[in-house]
């Protein structure tokens, strides 16, 4: 399998009563005009019905001081629990979505879900990415990029989570004129 993936915790459905989370590492980018996304889940997870139901939900990225809120979140299904409360994460209304985003994540990103494939243990979940909301912590003023390593993103791999280590160099480093 192709490894390490971002932890994230995806947020689901349409009222405070109705929301849920749920650990998905089986994420990513699947284009970038329009910026679009995917997230994989088992149909018989508890999440996967809202999803169905809702057609939106919103992408978490976590970092490693949530990495014990993230393991739980994927290990207890919202049948038997209340995430929010077990997991002391706090939901934030989406701004244009009805699914929540998390106060505590660095980036949330708000979908749109535009088709739905069935491919055996999964269903991957194909949606257009609608808004972003980004912790303005990690917001260089100056340059206005946003600065994830300064905020301890969280990875999986084969069954552990890993901390992002040190930056190795940057886009066209490799091939960038020395001054």
């Not at 910026?35 to 997870?45: G, K």
């Not at 014990?68 to 299904?77: C, I």
Request: glycine share 8%; charged share 25%.
């Amino acid at each position: 399998m192709i490894y390490p993936l971002p932890a994230v915790i995806v947020t689901c459905g349409a009222e405070p009563e109705d929301w849920n989370m749920l650990t998905v590492a089986w994420v990513g980018t699947v284009c970038s005009d329009p910026a679009m996304c995917y997230i994989s889940v088992r149909p018989e997870r508890f999440s996967h019905e809202i999803l169905m139901r809702e057609m939106e939900f919103t992408i978490n990225l976590t970092t490693a001081d949530m990495a014990r809120a993230v393991d739980w979140a994927g290990v207890r299904s919202g049948r038997d629990f209340d995430k929010w409360k077990e997991t002391k994460l706090h939901p934030i209304p989406g701004e244009t979505v009805k699914s929540p985003t998390i106060e505590e994540s660095p980036v949330s990103i708000e979908c749109r879900v535009k088709s739905v494939t069935r491919l055996g243990s999964h269903d991957m979940f194909i949606a257009e990415v609608i808004n972003v909301r980004a912790d303005s912590r990690f917001l260089n003023e100056e340059t206005g990029k946003l600065e994830l390593e300064k905020a301890g993103m969280l990875v999986y791999s084969h069954g552990q989570y890993f901390g992002m280590g040190d930056p190795i160099g940057g886009f066209g480093f490799s091939v960038r004129k020395k001054k």
